[in-house]
């Protein structure tokens, strides 16, 4: 596996679906680790910290620990850090991922910018109409994806990117994007590896925010049939993937393949 240094990877619809190991991802992931390539998990989940994401997942058998994962969250907290130094900011998100947002001063109302974050029975109608009222009144928009849907165990589920876009639209405003697909997420784990985007591969079940996002910052693209994966997904999407396998348990024999052809 000498060709790739560092492995990027999704979690839900990659590794597991509704927290369940997908088959063969475990050994795989050990083969990865085995053979000394750096891995970074990076998921646009909202609804968990990073340590119990790792904790989750190591009960399940997978080599990680907190510090193998960098979620929307924390990106969040390190890009409201740099933009917008002690702002109050009103956080919209199913589930309590305030631990991995460190530093950033959250209120009830008032805010200076809006954080949406990953969608639940909190987008109801009442929660959605405060935040338009707090984009009406100058509040900038910050948005930890865009993701439409993700699957669950019992199928595909709305997530915020679809509120997010009606948001947008009727307070004429455009979110910044922090998690995937933006550019800075995929640097932010490099820089975590120290590698460049030549010597890296990032793998994922999101044709668009996953695989071609990082195509577009310089990462080798892979992505899997499982989770969101959708022929039709594929078929419409605005690029092509640089490699697509059935399920993660093949990336070991890609990455063998990779380094026989060196």
Request: hydrophobic share 45%.
């Amino acid at each position: 596996m000498t060709s790739v240094r560092a492995v990027l990877i999704d979690i839900d619809g990659v590794l597991t679906v509704s927290w369940e190991p997908l088959p063969g991802a475990v050994e795989a992931l050990r083969e990865i680790r085995g053979a000394g390539l750096g891995v970074a998990l990076v998921t646009n989940t909202t609804s968990r910290t990073r340590a119990s994401i790792a904790g989750t997942l190591a009960g399940a058998g997978f080599p990680v620990d907190a510090e193998d994962i960098l979620t929307a969250p924390a990106v969040t907290a390190a890009y409201l850090s740099e933009h917008f130094p002690g702002a109050r900011c009103a956080l919209l998100n199913s589930g309590d991922v305030r631990e991995d947002l460190v530093g950033v001063s959250l209120v009830d109302d008032d805010p200076d910018v809006v954080i949406l974050g990953g969608a639940g029975d909190e987008f109801g109608y009442a929660a959605l109409n405060r935040v338009f009222g707090y984009l009406q009144r100058g509040a900038r928009l910050v948005a930890m994806h865009r993701n439409l849907y993700w699957r669950t165990g019992d199928g595909l589920r709305l997530d915020a990117g679809a509120f997010l876009a009606g948001l947008e639209r009727a307070a004429h405003t455009e979110a910044v994007v922090t998690g995937k697909p933006s550019r800075a997420f995929f640097g932010a784990a490099l820089g975590r590896l120290g590698v460049g985007a030549d010597d890296a591969v990032m793998v994922g079940d999101d044709v668009e925010s996953d695989v071609l996002a990082a195509q577009a910052a310089g990462v080798t693209g892979v992505l899997v049939r499982t989770g969101k994966y959708l022929p039709e997904t594929l078929r419409d999407a605005s690029g092509t993937p640089d490699h697509v396998i059935d399920s993660f348990a093949e990336l070991p024999a890609l990455l063998r393949a990779w380094a026989a052809q060196e």
